[in-house]
């Protein structure tokens, strides 16, 4: 078992491994790509205020002599702009297009000059070398043309600072692939031990053990799961305890007719054919048959009804005036040997219902049936059809004994009888046998006292066809 439980462990940490590959590997390349602009536009930002300082205070620091522009540089001007390992730096000022000092020959990012105070930046190539140049352009008191300082710097030392900030973040990036790659395992492993123990109480129990799985311990992302796996094998557990309870019933009931049955023939071996009491018997194992032939197709219906409740059943328009009168004319005989008067009246038009109409006909006729059989002697049954709203009504109403309003509820148990009937043929399968079938084809299915006051009034309420 623990070697099942390893290999179940093992199983589903390979699978959630392989599946978090690809998200991981896009994450890390996100991460790099994603890095790298912010690196590269974080250090051109940093130096670019620096050039822009360097050319700010160049302009600052011009004055006009004489209608002259003149230029008092400090020698610490451009240390700012200098490292330890030296960047080149180059400037020039002009006015219109004549250079009044500095670099003549230092490309011009604004040929047209710029507004006052206006700064522009851009990238250029000086002395075969890739420079970045900035402009500032200035106006000056007696002087008619704008004036434009243009500082330029060699970008070694950018490259150099983005060059070592990229390395770090490689550098840390690979450190962050090799923790995941070492802890996610681990920490899968961790995260699956739940379900490799739900899993191994499961395998390790009994086919029989049917109760719930314990909640305690569980992660709050598997509690649904367990409380719906728990809801299963309660239906599970109803199911099998029907099906036990449906088989103890089936064979209690069975054995009575079949004990009278065998005893009967052991007579009728011992007892000439002219004896009396071999006709009692021979009267005797008619009974018997006919009640374990009743029994037994009562079985198969209730095992019917079982099966169809547990089925999304396909309905179909249905005449309720041809079904019921089909039931009741298949009744008919019972009714006469019986000397029960049984009556059908329709309903006017076409009462049409949506219903399963095989379930349908067999829910009238076990209703009908037990009409027909608990009723006395010279009483009535009347199968009636009508209309109870936007509902088609089905009722069967008879002048018996009835069913006390206490016992309504209990009639629908399997295999439960009045006490009074207790001496009368019958296995107490007839209402339960409804009652599914009425519930599996979306029926519902009333007990009422008759409306003379004496006997029963069983109401069938099917949905009507919209159409």
Same mark, same amino acid.
């Given at each position: 078992?623990?070697?099942?439980?390893?290999?179940?462990?093992?199983?589903?940490?390979?699978?959630?491994?392989?599946?978090?590959?690809?998200?991981?590997? #896009?994450?890390?390349?996100?991460?790099?790509? #994603?890095?790298?602009?912010?690196?590269?536009?974080?250090?051109?930002? /940093?130096?670019?205020?620096?050039?822009?300082?360097?050319?700010?205070?160049?302009?600052?620091?011009?004055?006009?002599?004489?209608?002259?522009?003149?230029?008092?540089?400090?020698?610490?001007?451009?240390?700012?702009?200098?490292?330890?390992?030296?960047?080149?730096?180059?400037?020039?000022?002009?006015?219109?297009?004549?250079?009044?000092?500095?670099?003549?020959?230092?490309?011009?990012?604004?040929?047209?000059?710029?507004?006052?105070?206006? =700064?522009?930046?851009?990238?250029?190539?000086?002395?075969?070398?890739? =420079?970045?140049?900035?402009?500032? #352009?200035?106006?000056?008191?007696?002087?008619?043309?704008?004036?434009?300082?243009?500082?330029?710097?060699?970008? #070694?030392?950018?490259?150099?600072?983005?060059?070592?900030?990229?390395?770090?973040?490689?550098?840390?990036?690979?450190?962050?692939?090799?923790?995941?790659?070492?802890?996610?395992?681990?920490?899968?492993?961790?995260?699956?031990?739940?379900?490799?123990?739900?899993?191994?109480?499961? +395998?390790?129990?009994?086919?029989? +053990?049917?109760?719930?799985?314990?909640?305690?311990?569980?992660?709050?992302?598997?509690?649904?799961?367990?409380?719906?796996?728990?809801?299963?094998?309660?239906?599970?557990?109803?199911?099998?305890?029907?099906?036990?309870?449906?088989?103890?019933?089936?064979?209690?009931?069975?054995?009575?007719?079949?004990?009278?049955?065998?005893?009967?023939?052991?007579?009728?071996?011992?007892?000439?054919?002219?004896?009396?009491?071999?006709?009692?018997?021979?009267?005797?194992?008619?009974?018997?048959?006919?009640?374990?032939?009743?029994?037994?197709?009562?079985?198969?219906?209730?095992?019917?009804?079982?099966?169809?409740?547990?089925?999304?059943?396909?309905?179909?328009?249905?005449?309720?005036?041809?079904?019921?009168?089909?039931?009741?004319?298949?009744?008919?005989?019972?009714?006469?040997?019986?000397?029960?008067?049984?009556?059908?009246?329709?309903?006017?038009?076409?009462?049409?219902?949506?219903?399963?109409?095989?379930?349908?006909?067999?829910?009238?006729?076990?209703?009908?049936?037990?009409? /027909?059989?608990?009723?006395?002697?010279?009483?009535?049954?009347?199968?009636?059809?009508?209309?109870?709203?936007?509902?088609?009504?089905?009722?069967?109403? +008879?002048?018996?004994?009835?069913?006390?309003?206490?016992?309504?509820?209990?009639?629908?148990?399997?295999?439960?009888?009045?006490?009074?009937?207790?001496?009368?043929?019958?296995?107490?399968?007839?209402?339960?046998?409804?009652?599914?079938?009425?519930?599996?084809?979306?029926?519902?299915?009333?007990?009422?006292?008759?409306?003379?006051?004496?006997?029963?009034?069983?109401?069938?309420?099917?949905?009507? +066809?919209?159409?």
């Amino acid at each position: 078992m623990r070697f099942s439980s390893l290999v179940i462990e093992h199983s589903l940490t390979s699978r959630l491994l392989r599946r978090m590959v690809v998200p991981m590997a #896009g994450a890390a390349l996100l991460l790099g790509v #994603g890095g790298s602009l912010v690196i590269t536009s974080a250090v051109e930002t /940093v130096n670019d205020r620096i050039l822009g300082a360097a050319s700010r205070a160049i302009a600052d620091s011009l004055t006009v002599e004489d209608g002259a522009v003149s230029l008092n540089l400090s020698p610490a001007l451009f240390g700012m702009l200098e490292d330890s390992e030296r960047d080149n730096v180059f400037y020039s000022v002009r006015q219109g297009g004549t250079v009044l000092t500095g670099y003549s020959d230092l490309p011009d990012i604004a040929p047209r000059g710029l507004h006052d105070t206006q =700064v522009r930046f851009g990238n250029g190539t000086y002395k075969g070398v890739a =420079v970045r140049v900035v402009a500032e #352009g200035r106006r000056l008191p007696q002087i008619s043309e704008p004036v434009t300082v243009e500082v330029a710097e060699t970008m #070694g030392a950018r490259q150099r600072t983005s060059s070592r900030m990229l390395l770090a973040l490689a550098l840390l990036e690979a450190l962050l692939i090799g923790l995941t790659a070492v802890l996610l395992p681990l920490a899968v492993r961790w995260g699956m031990k739940p379900v490799v123990g739900l899993g191994a109480e499961m +395998d390790a129990r009994a086919g029989s +053990d049917l109760k719930p799985l314990s909640t305690s311990g569980v992660p709050s992302e598997l509690s649904d799961l367990v409380r719906a796996f728990n809801r299963l094998l309660e239906r599970l557990d109803a199911t099998l305890q029907n099906m036990r309870q449906f088989t103890a019933d089936a064979s209690h009931q069975m054995r009575t007719p079949l004990s009278i049955l065998r005893t009967h023939v052991t007579l009728l071996r011992r007892s000439p054919a002219s004896d009396e009491q071999a006709r009692q018997s021979l009267e005797d194992i008619d009974q018997a048959t006919e009640r374990l032939q009743r029994l037994l197709t009562q079985l198969l219906a209730l095992a019917r009804a079982d099966s169809s409740a547990q089925e999304e059943l396909a309905r179909e328009h249905v005449d309720m005036n041809m079904l019921a009168g089909s039931a009741a004319t298949d009744h008919a005989p019972q009714a006469v040997r019986l000397e029960v008067d049984l009556r059908f009246e329709p309903a006017n038009g076409e009462p049409i219902a949506a219903t399963h109409s095989m379930l349908a006909v067999e829910l009238l006729g076990n209703l009908i049936d037990n009409a /027909v059989s608990y009723n006395l002697p010279g009483g009535s049954v009347t199968v009636s059809v009508g209309r109870r709203g936007k509902k088609i009504l089905v009722s069967i109403e +008879d002048d018996g004994p009835g069913i006390p309003p206490e016992d309504r509820e209990r009639v629908f148990t399997r295999f439960a009888r009045l006490t009074r009937d207790t001496s009368r043929p019958g296995s107490g399968l007839g209402l339960p046998i409804a009652n599914m079938l009425a519930r599996a084809i979306g029926a519902t299915l009333k007990l009422e006292t008759a409306r003379s006051g004496q006997g029963l009034r069983v109401e069938v309420t099917f949905p009507a +066809d919209p159409v």
